[in-house]
């Protein structure tokens, strides 16, 4: 097995470990067997699970970022953009569950993480948003009292609050699709001119 695969394996088998028991709960030996491989081998490719989580998330996070920014690329209005981002972000609720889980409930939870992770990554995923709204500027479809960096955060803090809300109540009154036409029209109301 190639050592990509293999650190995939760990890595895929840390996302169900995580959500089934949460990361403090987690042990090594928990995904070293979830993974069929020996504890020790866990160590070959992580220095503990704080680096497992920051690994997995880096890596989908990556993947994620190229999948929305591909589509995105494909589209001119910056509204559509907008609302693609987020049907991606919320779609993540069906198709990664306990990714997006892991990420919403545990990632966050840990301040040692969030102290040390400098989250370029989550940053770059974010600032998808604020290039849409420079673009939107730039078309003269939004306001250019706008400021991006907050406008990324606003919106994103909306989305994610939603995400929020869906792990924790197993029965939402909105569709996904609902909700980020929602979201969007609350903020394109508000930046559109």
């Known amino acids: 097995m190639r050592v990509s695969d293999k650190h995939n394996k760990i890595t895929q088998a840390a996302v169900k470990v995580f959500a089934r028991k949460g990361f403090f709960n987690a042990r090594i030996s928990d995904i070293a067997k979830e993974a069929k491989v020996a504890d020790g081998t866990i160590y070959l490719y992580f220095n503990n699970k704080y680096d497992i989580l920051i690994s997995l998330f880096e ?30 972000h919320l779609h993540l609720l ?55 960096g907050i406008a990324k955060r606003a919106i994103f803090g909306a989305l994610d609050e939603m995400s929020r809300l869906w792990i924790l109540d197993n ?22 001119v």
């Open 59 to 88: 890596d989908e996070i990556g993947k994620i970022i190229l999948q929305v920014k591909n589509h995105i690329d494909k589209l001119h209005d910056p509204k559509e953009k907008l609302l693609f981002f987020a049907r991606s």
């Open 94 to 148: 069906e198709e990664k569950k306990d990714l997006t889980e892991v990420l919403q409930m545990e990632l966050r939870q840990s301040n040692e993480i969030m102290k040390e992770y400098r989250n370029s990554r989550f940053i770059e995923y974010i600032n998808i948003i604020s290039v849409i709204i420079h673009e939107g500027q730039d078309q003269g479809v939004f306001k250019q009292s706008i400021a991006p």
């Open 171 to 192: 029965d939402p009154q909105y569709t996904i699709d609902e909700t980020a036409e929602q979201v969007c029209s609350l903020f394109l109301e508000g930046i559109s």
